[in-house]
């Protein structure tokens, strides 16, 4: 598949513009507004504080095991989430600029992975507070994050792009995936400890967000991730990569006469 | 706007390996509407379950043939305008020819930087200032990094926005919107230019101005393809033309013969 591959490439190569318009969309979402995206920082601080406080008593568990368990999911998960979400109108509300400009689709979706990635990194500070308050030191596990983002900012491309086209052709799809992705916030070990699964950790291991959260979430606890992870992700990306190849290919010039 | 993608790169060292010219041969261009009832999957799966498969693209689809085979060659100097009513396959021409729709049949070649001016306000965030506009355009058009303040310059010149350019667009009247649009649309270098329909600013004072930078703009452009409804600008600016009538050369020929092909035909 040269011409997709080609595509792909020339999207990544296009750097300045979506990483531009990755930064103008916070920008013009907490325009005018005094602490800008510190909000988000300021939300996940509260929602960590008071479920932990919360939580940790209904599971019986030590706040130092708790709180950092449920920061670090919660940094991962709306990182995904957001992603996820965000692919699906990728193409729709760029439209004006898919009609006018012979770019690369891909950027688009580069586009949103920017602007979810800077949120993570400011909710990055939340992380911090909490790993500094348990005595949470840098380790050589810690060092696994790199990987581990690495391999779920390729997925989130790749599933992005195939999103994009799908939801780009059919107008349902958008709400078909906002619904998944609430329902797997509550199934997912975010809120609650996958060992709280017992023996039926296969709930767990069955999900493939477990996998994407566990790879950020996990070195950043300061273990390394189980290689069962490792394995989901990376055959994750070879399968939505050849996917998302072939729906490109299929369907990729289509999009500006769809959008 | 339009920009040709930055691959492949049609100077070596800077030096033009040979001359602009815009070649289209038989293209043909289809598109399905899915907009007429409803884009959804029920639909979908409705005629799928239904065992609608074989009557689904009759009923559900509605097919636009936009181009029929059509094919012509530009060179350096060649000013090419188009006629034709509403709908007659105008933009959807310049889409092809800017590299943004994929035409099912035949192929376009071209050597030399294309631009496109279809729509003035590509991506105009209006909560944003008119400077990050600038940068916003710049960026998207791929000017180089080291161009970007001449590029600001330029469109702050041509705009004569001063220092209204720092402040959010959605603060400008109309009449300075339009001078940015304008401004920031005709700010391009191209071999090949394209054009929906000529662009002009109706703020009195502006209009001349506009119209002088317009005609620099294409005065610049090696070869030139314009759309257009105005018949006299048509004559005045192009030396060939094309009747487009659904999608199909209608005429072809010098832009006088072809403009009175358009007014013969009812």
Same mark, same amino acid.
């Given at each position: 598949?040269?011409?997709?591959?080609?595509?792909?490439?020339?999207?990544?190569?296009?750097?300045?513009?979506?990483?531009?318009?990755?930064?103008?969309?916070?920008?013009?979402?907490?325009?005018?507004?005094?602490?800008?995206? #510190?909000?988000?920082?300021?939300?996940?601080?509260? #929602?960590?504080?008071?479920?932990?406080?919360?939580?940790?008593?209904?599971?019986?568990?030590?706040?130092?095991?708790?709180?950092?368990?449920?920061?670090?999911?919660?940094?991962?998960?709306?990182?995904?989430?957001?992603?996820?979400?965000?692919?699906?109108?990728?193409?729709?509300?760029?439209?004006?600029?898919?009609?006018?400009?012979?770019?690369?689709?891909?950027?688009?979706?580069?586009?949103?992975?920017?602007?979810?990635?800077?949120?993570?990194?400011?909710?990055?500070?939340?992380?911090?507070?909490?790993?500094?308050?348990?005595?949470?030191?840098?380790?050589?596990?810690?060092?696994?994050?790199?990987?581990?983002?690495?391999?779920?900012?390729?997925?989130?491309?790749?599933?992005?792009?195939?999103?994009?086209?799908?939801?780009?052709?059919?107008?349902?799809?958008?709400?078909?995936?906002?619904?998944?992705?609430?329902?797997?916030?509550?199934?997912?070990?975010?809120?609650?400890?996958?060992?709280?699964?017992?023996?039926?950790?296969?709930?767990?291991?069955?999900?493939?967000?477990?996998?994407?959260?566990?790879?950020?979430?996990?070195?950043?606890?300061?273990?390394?991730?189980?290689?069962?992870?490792?394995?989901?992700?990376?055959?994750?990306?070879?399968?939505?990569?050849?996917?998302?190849?072939?729906?490109?290919?299929?369907?990729?010039?289509?999009?500006?006469?769809?959008? | 706007?339009?920009?040709?993608?930055?691959?492949?790169?049609?100077?070596?060292?800077?030096?033009? @390996?040979?001359?602009?010219?815009?070649?289209?041969? %038989?293209?043909?261009?289809?598109?399905?509407?899915?907009?007429?009832?409803?884009?959804?999957?029920?639909?979908?799966?409705?005629?799928?379950?239904?065992?609608?498969?074989?009557?689904?693209?009759?009923?559900?689809?509605?097919?636009?043939?936009?181009?029929?085979?059509?094919?012509?060659?530009?060179?350096?100097?060649?000013?090419?305008?188009?006629?034709?009513?509403?709908?007659?396959?105008?933009?959807?021409?310049?889409?092809?020819?800017?590299?943004?729709?994929?035409?099912?049949?035949?192929?376009?070649?071209?050597?030399?930087?294309?631009?496109?001016?279809?729509?003035?306000?590509?991506?105009?965030?209006?909560?944003?200032?008119?400077?990050?506009?600038?940068?916003?355009?710049?960026?998207?058009?791929?000017?180089?990094?080291?161009?970007?303040?001449?590029? %600001?310059?330029?469109?702050?010149?041509?705009?004569?926005?001063?220092?209204?350019?720092? @402040?959010?667009?959605?603060?400008?009247?109309?009449?300075?919107?339009?001078?940015?649009?304008?401004?920031?649309?005709?700010?391009?270098?191209?071999?090949?230019?394209?054009?929906?329909?000529?662009?002009?600013?109706?703020?009195?004072?502006?209009?001349?101005?506009?119209? %002088?930078?317009?005609?620099?703009?294409?005065?610049?452009?090696?070869?030139?393809?314009?759309?257009?409804?105005?018949?006299?600008?048509?004559?005045?600016?192009?030396?060939?033309?094309?009747?487009?009538?659904?999608?199909?050369?209608?005429?072809?020929?010098?832009? %006088?013969?072809?403009?009175?092909?358009?007014?013969?035909?009812?």
């Amino acid at each position: 598949m040269p011409s997709v591959a080609t595509s792909l490439f020339s999207a990544l190569m296009h750097w300045p513009v979506w990483l531009w318009f990755g930064r103008q969309d916070i920008r013009s979402r907490y325009r005018g507004s005094l602490l800008g995206p #510190l909000w988000l920082v300021l939300n996940l601080g509260i #929602l960590v504080a008071t479920l932990s406080l919360i939580y940790a008593t209904v599971f019986d568990l030590p706040l130092d095991v708790y709180m950092p368990h449920v920061t670090t999911g919660f940094l991962a998960w709306w990182f995904i989430a957001g992603a996820m979400t965000d692919s699906c109108t990728a193409f729709t509300t760029n439209a004006q600029i898919i009609r006018n400009l012979p770019l690369p689709l891909g950027i688009h979706v580069l586009r949103v992975l920017t602007r979810n990635g800077l949120l993570m990194a400011h909710n990055f500070i939340v992380y911090l507070i909490v790993a500094i308050a348990f005595g949470i030191w840098p380790n050589f596990n810690t060092l696994l994050v790199l990987p581990g983002l690495l391999l779920v900012f390729s997925l989130l491309f790749t599933m992005g792009l195939l999103l994009a086209i799908v939801c780009a052709r059919f107008r349902d799809v958008p709400h078909i995936v906002t619904s998944i992705v609430q329902v797997v916030m509550f199934i997912t070990p975010i809120m609650f400890l996958k060992d709280m699964l017992a023996r039926k950790a296969i709930l767990a291991e069955a999900n493939p967000f477990y996998h994407m959260i566990e790879a950020i979430r996990a070195p950043l606890l300061g273990h390394a991730p189980e290689m069962l992870t490792w394995g989901f992700l990376v055959s994750a990306n070879l399968v939505s990569a050849f996917v998302a190849a072939w729906l490109m290919r299929r369907a990729g010039h289509r999009v500006p006469y769809l959008v | 706007m339009a920009h040709a993608p930055r691959w492949p790169s049609r100077s070596l060292f800077g030096v033009r @390996m040979s001359r602009t010219h815009l070649t289209v041969e %038989a293209v043909s261009l289809a598109f399905r509407v899915y907009g007429v009832g409803g884009q959804s999957l029920k639909k979908e799966l409705i005629s799928f379950g239904t065992g609608g498969r074989l009557g689904r693209d009759a009923g559900n689809h509605f097919v636009v043939q936009a181009i029929s085979s059509l094919s012509f060659d530009l060179h350096e100097g060649d000013r090419l305008g188009i006629v034709g009513a509403n709908g007659s396959g105008k933009s959807t021409l310049l889409r092809i020819l800017a590299g943004i729709y994929r035409p099912q049949q035949g192929h376009v070649s071209a050597k030399g930087r294309i631009s496109a001016i279809i729509d003035p306000s590509v991506a105009l965030d209006p909560y944003a200032t008119g400077y990050e506009n600038i940068r916003s355009r710049a960026i998207l058009l791929g000017v180089a990094r080291h161009n970007h303040e001449a590029f %600001a310059e330029k469109v702050a010149a041509i705009s004569e926005l001063g220092d209204y350019l720092a @402040m959010p667009v959605h603060t400008y009247s109309s009449g300075m919107l339009m001078r940015l649009n304008f401004a920031l649309s005709i700010s391009i270098e191209p071999d090949i230019l394209l054009l929906d329909e000529w662009l002009s600013v109706t703020d009195q004072s502006f209009s001349a101005r506009a119209e %002088a930078h317009m005609s620099a703009l294409v005065d610049k452009s090696r070869i030139l393809v314009l759309a257009s409804h105005n018949l006299d600008l048509l004559e005045r600016v192009c030396n060939r033309g094309l009747y487009l009538d659904g999608g199909q050369a209608r005429f072809m020929g010098s832009m %006088a013969d072809t403009l009175a092909a358009y007014k013969a035909c009812p």
